[in-house]
């Protein structure tokens, strides 16, 4: 097994044989059918000063570090699990889990807030704490507040977030993705790029009820799904 990635992406598979396999590969190599649940909460060191080192060092750049788990709030084996297989099932490159949607949303919000991004074009109906979270501006957050043919028009430099639900809560309306405009003309916002002049902005669909196997809007206009 791979140190540094312990769950490889494997060979394409029938989303089925995902859904029951993603984030479960080295099972059959350690001998189980099921996979185990961490319950830890800290993790052992064995080199004070070198954990020390360690977690400064992911304080510090958020980078995922090598070695056991820095805290089980953090990360541990069952939410990395969790993680593979959540990103097998949307297409994407990685997933972060969180405690609830909401927390997700913030988290963006706050990420792209912190690029100078602080402005979002979003479409009602959304659901509603999170209405709420972006009307108030909790988070430093502008929104403009547009339909779906109105998302280019609305698009300014700061913007970094066009936020749609799909589908939305509570009507539960559909839209349609291939109709909503890239927030800039590179379309995407892969982790951790960005022009030289400009973060790119994301499409971010918050969803209360959508499930991989309807609908996976990463493999059609949106960067980031919450």
């Known amino acids: ?65 090598d070695g056991p788990p820095v805290y089980g709030r953090v990360g541990n084996p069952t939410v990395a699990r969790f993680e593979t297989a959540l990103a097998r099932l949307e297409g994407t490159e990685s997933a972060v889990a969180f405690a609830s949607g909401m927390a997700a949303l913030t988290a963006v919000l706050l990420a792209r807030g912190a690029m100078g991004l602080r402005h979002v074009v979003a479409v009602r109906p959304l659901y509603g704490s ?47 993705w291939t109709c909503v405009p890239s927030p800039t003309p590179a379309a995407r916002c892969p982790s951790s790029r960005t022009t030289p002049s400009r973060p790119r902005s994301c499409n971010a669909p918050p969803n209360t009820a959508r499930v991989s196997s309807c609908t996976a809007p990463p493999s059609t206009s949106a960067d980031t799904a919450t």
């Open 1 to 65: 097994m791979d140190a540094t990635n312990p769950h490889p992406a494997p060979a394409p598979r029938a989303l089925a044989t995902e859904a029951v396999h993603a984030g479960r590969d080295d099972l059959a190599r350690q001998g189980l059918h099921a996979a185990p649940i961490d319950l830890s909460t800290t993790y052992p060191s064995y080199d004070s000063r070198g954990e020390a080192t360690r977690v400064d060092a992911f304080a510090a750049t958020g980078a995922e570090p």
């Open 130 to 176: 999170s209405d709420h979270l972006l009307t108030a501006g909790l988070v430093g957050s502008e929104v403009t507040w547009t339909d779906p043919a109105g998302i280019a028009d609305a698009l300014r430099p700061d913007t970094g977030l066009v936020v749609v639900e799909s589908p939305a809560n509570p009507t539960p309306a559909w839209p349609n």
